[in-house]
C-alpha cells in the first residue's frame, strides 16, 4: 500500500493541474478583454510593420548593406508588448476585482497550482498567437520591401532567430504582467507597474552620466528582453539569448514573488 501511495498521488496532482488548465483556458477565452487585447497585438504587429515597411521603400536607405529589413518588418513588437501585458495583469485582477477569486481558491487549494495553471494557460495561448502572427508579419513586410530589393530570407543568419525571439519576446512579457497582476491584485497598479517597468529604468539612466548609463543600460528589462528580436546585436545590449535569459529571470522574480504573496497572504 506504502508503495502506492506515490504514484496515486501524483496522478491526482497531474489530474489536478490538467483541470485548473482547462478552467483557465475557459476562463481566458470567456473574457472581453482577451479579444480586445489580443486583436490588439495582431492589428500593431501587421499594422505596424507593413506601414514601417511601406516608409521604407517610399525613403529608401542610403545605404542597403546596413538595413535591417528584420527589424523593420517587425517593428510593432515594441508595441504589441504593451497589449500583451496588459492582458496578462487583466488575466488574473479581473478575478479579484470581482470577487470570484475565491471560487477560484476554494476549487483549487493549492495557490500554487492556480498560478501555475494561469501561467500555463496564458504562455500557450499567446505562443499560438503570436508565432503565426510574426512569421505573417514579417513575410508580408518583406513582400512589401521587395519592391526596393530590400527584403531578406528568413534562412539568412539571425533572421528566423529574430522573428520567433519576437514570439518568445511577447510571451514572456505577458507573463510578466501576469506576475505583477497577481502581486499587486489590481488592475491599475498591476499595469501601472508593468509600464514603469519596461520604460521607467530607460528614463532614470537617461539623468545619469553617459558612462553610468551605458554600462547600466543592458542590464534593463525591455532592452535585455528585445536583444534577442535583433538580428544584429547592438554593442550596448547583451547577447540575444543572454539578455532574453535575464528577461526570464525579471519574469520569473515576478511570478515567485507573486506565488509567495498568493501562499502566504489572504484574498
Known sequence: MTGNALPTRTGD????????????????????????????????????????????????????????ATAVSLAGVQLAQFAVGVLGVLFITGEYATGTIRVSLAAVPDRAVLLWGKAVTFGVAIAGLAVPAVVVTFYAGQAILSAEHLDTALGAPGVLRAVLGSALFLIAVGLLGLGLGALLRNSAGGISALFGLLFAPQLVLGLLPESMSDAAYRYLPTPAGAAVTAVHSDPVTLGPWTGFGLFCLYTSVALGLAAWRLRHRDV
Request: overall charge positive.
Open 13 to 68: 496532482q497531474r489530474v489536478t493541474r490538467l483541470r485548473v488548465i482547462r478552467s483557465e483556458w475557459t476562463k481566458l477565452r470567456s473574457l472581453l478583454s482577451t479579444i480586445w487585447c489580443l486583436a490588439a497585438t495582431v492589428a500593431l504587429l501587421v499594422g505596424v510593420g507593413v506601414a514601417y515597411a511601406s516608409l521604407r521603400v517610399a525613403r529608401p536607405p542610403a545605404d542597403p548593406s546596413a538595413f535591417d
